[in-house]
């Protein structure tokens, strides 16, 4: 084994709730406990508790910390304020994708970001890079301990806990509020398509917050999920994970986070490239493939119908709830239509599959009107 | 502890097979299912098609791994379980029962004594 893997803050509890582990981003991770399957269906159709430790948070601090996040991050970040979560990518300066992270507004000088666990030195050393005078950055992410809670019954079991009434926490907002004595940060987030919340709290009481909301949990026949969960519950509703769906060498345009990108904004990193990109048009694109046969996996080529190759699959997976194979991907333009039917294949084997519609699964998030 | 079933004959990329006249059905075992996890697609092997003892038959594939499933022994797949196929699930729930993958018609009993019995298996798979 890895000598340099470092072990999640929880990572006793879990071997004892039985987890399989895996390497993951240089942590020792839980990818499953009962198995995948049943952790993901407990989260579409109940709830479920994921220990997402190793996610990275980096505080920016200082005077006019907003408007940096502002400059680094390409959604708008300006408009927001304290309660406000917002999803963006954070670009270099040709445009490739450093990461995608939430933001959270804690004032005009505090902002928290939370980004993956692959990347949180490469995000850290980006940002230094490129900090203003004055700013401070301080990576958090040793000290801190996030879990999720998802699923329909995501609310009503955290309820138990607080006479704060969540229904105040809307879709992509957090608050700070008091559970078992404790202040934690608490937003209505996640990576699973279910309404749910992101719990952050210091690690020494993350063990008793855990086995708080797991006891409870019992009531709602709670899983405790892993990352294998984790990333069938993501795909299943076409949200990227990095590594795999985007990097430094794909662009906000191609990857279909335009969506993410507030181009009006006076000036951000990597503004200038992208508006050359949208301006000479993009040459591929990121779509869905329903896939028979078999799962066409990250790294698989896509063919079309004469076997020409035209893409390459990024993620696939297999939808619980649909019992399908789906696939995502880059084709090259003027691939990439609706219905059009392409070969998905390891090299030894090959599977057919068609372009469908994203995502496979319609997120039910609480948004609001 | 994987359950290992006596009067099965085992190899070593966790295959099983059971042996009655001429016919051998062959299976993945607890051991296996339990490695590959939720298991979504199993392909569905040839009627007729003449295999060598070691050839990959068929692939099966669980959400984290696709894998070749290889014949225990030579001869002519005479049988495919169209239920497991259907509903591959059962593999992992009933690895050596229900969820068994083809039959085949063995051609030479002979290569029976390569495989592993219940016990030696066991130990290989501790």
Excluded at chain 1, 130 to 147: H, M, P, R
Excluded at chain 1, 334 to 350: A, F, L, N, Q
Aim: glycine letters at 8%; hydrophobic letters at 35%.
């Amino acid at each position: 084994m890895n000598q340099n893997l470092k072990k999640i803050p929880l990572f006793n509890l879990h071997e004892k709730l039985g987890a399989k582990f895996i390497e993951f981003a240089n942590f020792l991770m839980p990818i499953y406990y009962t198995s995948i399957k049943d952790e993901h269906l407990a989260v579409r159709e109940r709830v479920g508790i994921f220990d997402v430790s190793h996610m990275g948070e980096i505080k920016i601090l200082g005077k006019d910390a907003k408007k940096f996040a502002n400059y680094i991050l390409t959604n708008n970040i300006e408009k927001t304020n304290f309660g406000d979560v917002k999803y963006s990518v954070m670009l270099n300066e040709n445009g490739g994708i450093v990461d995608d992270l939430f933001s959270y507004t804690i004032s005009d000088d505090e902002i928290l970001l939370v980004v993956n666990a692959s990347n949180i030195e490469k995000d850290y050393n980006h940002i230094k890079k490129y900090l203003w005078d004055g700013l401070n950055l301080t990576n958090e992410s040793d000290k801190t301990v996030e879990f999720a809670v998802q699923g329909p019954k995501a609310q009503e079991l955290l309820q138990n806990f607080t006479n704060f009434n969540l229904d105040k926490i809307k879709y992509f907002k957090f608050d700070y509020i008091n559970i078992f004595d404790e202040n934690m940060l608490i937003s209505r987030t996640g990576y699973t398509g279910e309404d749910g919340f992101e719990i952050y709290m210091n690690k020494e009481i993350g063990e008793m917050v855990f086995n708080k909301i797991l006891n409870k949990g019992k009531d709602y026949d709670i899983r405790v999920c892993g990352l294998g969960a984790r990333d069938t519950l993501r795909f299943e509703v076409c949200y990227w994970l990095y590594g795999n769906d985007i990097d430094e060498t794909i662009n906000p345009i191609e990857s279909g986070q335009k969506f993410l990108v507030d181009i009006n904004k006076e000036n951000f990193l990597g503004k200038d490239s992208l508006i050359k990109i949208i301006s000479e048009g993009v040459k591929r694109k990121f779509v869905g493939i329903e896939v028979l046969g078999g799962i066409g996996r990250h790294g698989y080529k896509i063919l079309d119908k004469n076997k020409n190759e035209i893409g390459f699959i990024s993620s696939g997976n297999y939808s619980f709830v649909l019992n399908k194979s789906f696939s995502l991907g880059y084709v090259n333009l003027p691939h990439g239509e609706i219905g059009e039917e392409v070969i998905i294949t390891d090299g030894k084997r090959e599977f057919s599959g068609k372009i469908v519609k994203k995502p496979f699964l319609k997120p039910r998030v609480k948004k609001e009107e | 502890m994987y359950r290992v079933v006596e009067g099965l004959f085992y190899q070593k990329t966790d295959e099983w097979l059971k042996v009655e006249d001429d016919t051998g059905t062959v299976g993945i075992t607890d051991y296996a299912q339990d490695k590959l996890g939720d298991i979504v697609f199993l392909e569905e092997a040839k009627i007729g098609k003449f295999v060598n003892k070691g050839d990959a038959v068929i692939s099966i594939e669980s959400v984290k791994a696709a894998a070749d499933i290889h014949s225990p022994i030579s001869g002519e797949i005479s049988e495919v379980n169209l239920e497991a196929v259907q509903n591959p699930q059962i593999i992992n729930e009933d690895p050596f029962g229900k969820g068994w993958l083809f039959k085949i018609k063995i051609k030479n009993k002979d290569e029976l004594k390569d495989l592993m019995d219940a016990k030696s298996y066991s130990e290989y798979r501790k």
